[in-house]
């Protein structure tokens, strides 16, 4: 139980790194959803769309294979050295190709030159943190990790207050914060704000690049460039299903008269989900290096499987919960009633990022036995699943197309995953009490959402069914729990 205790443990300070920055970014959703006509919101949803492939581009599986070298190697100096030093050589190369290309850049993802400059620093410096912050998880030391992320996304919450709230009764006050302000200069004030977030985090990191070894291995960096490639092609996969909706959403395949509207609509109700992504993310944060640190130890399989189970009762509460208090947590969250078009598909994309998380759970049997080329395979079949579906389904039902492919897309690869898994690293999952709570949690959400809509009685009945269920079933290993 002590391996649980440790796990649960960095999950939680490792959540808190996650999900508190999270939360707290969810003051610009209702600050964007305000100050913002949907269209613009629409277009810094597409930028974020770009950032999130372009960050796997740059870090193209290097952190997951750190973790797998770091502790597979005896000389963990000479693992450090060598992925530093090859992030900082492509980044810095694809950094200055970029800027030689950046007019044609812009005209293949339709965002402007002078937006793209801010992209392509700020995704310069985010890639130079990327090794930092992995050492950090792998020495675990998350309270250090938490502190540097929390800081990032404070100073970027800061700026954006300042610049949407503060900057223009200033600017009518002062000629200094008047040769700051610009009327219609929304989106670069948002872009500026990450680009000063991401520069302190740098320099909070830079003390990693002091103490380092500046080794650089060819016959090791090789070997985890192999281990790797098959992670940046599941990485890019994944952006894939997760964001390239809104870039079709805003193509020639969308039928709307304002496309761009349906991209804001989308995405600000796509935020719902995030109670969600937060959980199945910070699992994943607290169980990779778990997974890889015990993977040697005495019957490891069984262990797994309770982490599933643990997951699953968790997120089917956080599913059913959401669900029910959807209509209450969108007033807060989405201010602007334009954007709440979109709430039909709340449930699916919740659904959706439970897959996610079941998925990652499942994920260990490639991650630990150097198949990761399972994991490029599945993720681009799920990647193939969203494609075809979001070109089918968008000129039919708009942004619900893109909902279903979604769910479509993570679902397949839960059941892949499983398959593969059970042939070559089985883990003695409890299918019935996983199968029982995905089953009750998703038909209530479905059944309450689609049917008994903001009639509270019928939801909250619903959620003390569920929890009843629960602690009945699990009464036993929750007093555990609690008690250590």
Known sequence: MSAFKSLFKQT????????????LTFLLTPLYTEVMAVGVYGKVSIIFSWFAIFNVILAYGM??????????????????????????????????????????????????????????????????????????????KPMKYAIIKITNVAINIGLNLFFFLLLTDLAKQNDVFASIYKPDFEISYVLIANLFASGITLVLMLSFYGKIKYVFNTI????MLRYALPVLVAGLAY????????????????????????????????????????????????????????????????????????????????????????????VIII?????????????????????????HNLSVWYKITDRTKFGAYISVVGAIITLVLNIWLIPIISYRGSAIATLAAYGSMVLLSYYFGRKYYPIPYNLKKIGLYLTISIAFSLIYFYQFRANYFVGITMLIVFLSLVYISEKKQIKELLKR
């Open 63 to 140: 952190e997951t294979a750190f973790f797998r070298f770091f502790n597979k190697e005896d000389d963990q100096d000479k693992v450090v050295g060598t992925s530093t030093l090859s992030i900082i050589f492509t980044s810095l190369t694809i950094f200055i190709l970029a800027f030689v290309f950046k007019n044609q850049i812009a005209e293949v993802t339709d965002i402007e030159v002078k937006h793209i400059n801010f992209v392509l620093w700020i995704l310069l410096l985010d890639a130079l943190v990327i090794i930092p912050f992995a050492w950090l998880r792998a020495k675990a």
């Open 12 to 23: 939680f300070i490792y959540g808190l790194a996650t999900v508190l920055p999270r939360m």
């Open 335 to 359: 201010r602007d009633e334009a954007f709440w078009e979109a709430m039909w598909i709340v449930p699916i994309i919740l659904i959706a990022s439970f897959c996610l998380g079941i998925y």
């Open 239 to 330: 952006t894939t299903i997760e964001t390239f909706n809104r870039i079709l959403l805003d193509s020639s395949l969308s039928t709307a008269e304002n496309p761009e509207d349906e991209v804001g609509m989308f995405s600000a109700c796509y935020k719902l989900a995030l109670f969600m992504t937060l959980f199945a993310t910070a699992f994943r944060l607290g169980i990779e290096p778990y997974f890889f640190s015990h993977a040697k130890s005495k019957n490891p399989q069984k262990n797994y499987a309770r982490i599933l189970e643990y997951f699953v009762v968790f997120g089917s509460v956080i599913l059913l919960t959401v669900v029910v208090f959807s209509d209450f947590i969108k």
């Open 220 to 223: 090791l960096w090789k070997q």
